[in-house]
């Protein structure tokens, strides 16, 4: 198909994505909004928790991008029974994924202060964080529900039931933070609960749907406990796995730069909260279109299409580079605005509209190296740009980070320059190597 075709095609797929994305990155900031107006000590447990919930939460997600590669494989192969498969072994992978995380940093909580955080940060950030880590196991089960719904271009019902459930999450924050409805005031613990109940009821509503949609019911799994396949679950997990490191990579290198911020002190730890929140909701765009590129690059391999694969990364990078102008001119316009919209305190609203100047300069590399991160997943390649990862953000960009925050004395603005570095190291490797994996002689055959 032509490179107009393709875009279109691409754009169809994303836009429920983006937007199911953008829903699902509003539980963050509704929490991050409501929980802001207790002070500036519970926005900066709330920075230290999500620092420390983020990377294994990534490190299930990563995993579960093998249900997008292999039912998107399936749907263009037309193979209905891979497909319930693909499914199957997702919701087996997420389940025990989600309860092997929540016991092991359960664990690690009981021993917070090892981070050099403030003392009163810490003593308030335990419970908060075992609840969070609970509420993982129905998140990524949802999760891999929702991979398999969009790989088969079925975007839209998980896409409202996900916003409901974001819906569900601002309704009962309201209830439990502040102690509406004859419900105690719970502060953060109302916060966590809130997240724990929003995501189990995500997940209730997936199965509701997959039993009930009469188009899912041939890619839904007949038996859901039939026991795994060990070969199955091996495949599953020989993709999962370098693209969850990959992805880990990335994300692990912000929770550092949160964790460096306590050293700078609470409106560090603020401004960060607030700017990171901001960035990660922007960065939902992109993220929605790289995985719709994922999904139509494993379907065109899967139908034997390798000719498209090509063009349709050339459409991908220019709608990624489209956005990323726009993006760009939002944040070097508006960042103290959206600052303001979290907390009343000056000295942090200021420090944050100065972080997203730097968060407006690296849209265009940040949406390249997720697109093309995303498409190279598509055809099975993960092992190289997880390394590209390890390289980018932790031998180059967190160096960078800790250079110019301490040596040269720059504090926030210096940690967030090295990720600024991190994210263009990346991009500037890896789209060189999708463009070499799409030619047609390459995408041929099998690439991990």
């Known amino acids: 198909m032509s490179f107009l075709t393709e875009s279109k095609q691409t754009l169809k797929l994303a836009f429920p994505l983006v937007i199911g994305q953008v829903s699902q990155m509003l539980l963050g900031v509704a929490d991050t909004v ?28 990563g995993v579960l991008t093998s249900v997008s590669v292999f039912t998107s494989g399936a749907a263009g192969a037309k193979d209905t029974a891979a497909g319930r498969a693909s ?8 389940a025990v994924i989600g309860l092997l995380l929540f016991v092991v940093m359960s664990l690690f909580s009981l021993n917070l202060g090892m981070f050099g955080q403030p003392d009163h940060v810490v003593e308030k950030t335990g419970s908060y964080y075992r609840i969070i880590m609970l509420s993982m196991v129905p998140g990524l089960m949802s999760m891999a529900l929702k991979n398999h719904a969009d790989a088969l271009d079925r975007p839209w019902p998980p896409f409202w039931i996900f916003l409901w459930g974001v819906v569900l999450n601002v309704f009962l924050n309201w209830v439990m933070i502040y102690g509406k409805l004859g419900c105690p005031a719970m502060g953060l613990a109302g916060a966590a609960w809130a997240t724990m109940i929003s995501r189990t009821a995500i997940l209730i509503g997936m199965f509701v749907w997959l039993y009930r949609g009469k188009d899912m019911r041939k890619w839904a799994p007949v038996r859901w406990l039939k026991p795994p396949d060990r070969a199955e679950i091996r495949k599953f997990l020989g993709i999962g796995i370098p693209s969850s490191l990959q992805m ?48 139509r ?9 390798t000719e498209r694969l090509r063009v349709i990364a050339k459409s991908g990078w220019a709608i990624a580079v489209g956005y990323s102008v726009c993006g760009a001119l939002f944040f070097f316009t508006t960042g103290e605005w959206l600052a303001s919209l979290y907390t009343d305190e000056a000295p942090v609203i200021r420090l944050a509209a100065s972080l997203m100047i730097v968060v407006g ?13 995303s498409m190279l997943r598509g055809l099975q390649d993960t092992r190289i740009p997880a390394l590209v990862a390890f390289f980018a953000y932790w031998f180059v960009g967190l160096p960078v980070s800790v250079l110019l925050s301490v040596k040269y004395s720059q504090g926030a603005i210096g940690v967030w320059w090295g990720l600024a570095v991190g994210l263009a190291i990346a991009c500037f490797m890896l789209v060189p190597r999708l463009w070499k994996m799409t030619a047609p002689s390459a995408s041929s055959g099998r690439h991990d």
């Open 34 to 61: 409501m929980i802001g107006k207790l002070g500036v000590t519970e926005l900066a447990v709330l920075t230290f928790a999500n620092s420390l919930f983020y990377v294994p939460f990534v490190f299930g997600i």
């Open 87 to 94: 499914c199957r072994n997702g919701l087996y992978i997420s």
């Open 248 to 295: 880990i990579c990335e994300v692990s290198a912000f929770s550092v730069a949160g964790l460096m911020m306590g050293r700078f002190g609470e409106t560090a730890m603020a401004a960060h909260q607030i700017t990171l929140m901001c960035a990660a909701t922007a960065f939902m765009i992109p993220l929605g279109l790289s995985m719709a590129l994922s999904v």
């Open 297 to 305: 690059v494993g379907s065109a391999r899967g139908a034997g299409q």
């Open 361 to 373: 300069v690296f849209q265009l590399f940040d949406s390249l190296q997720v697109a093309s991160a």
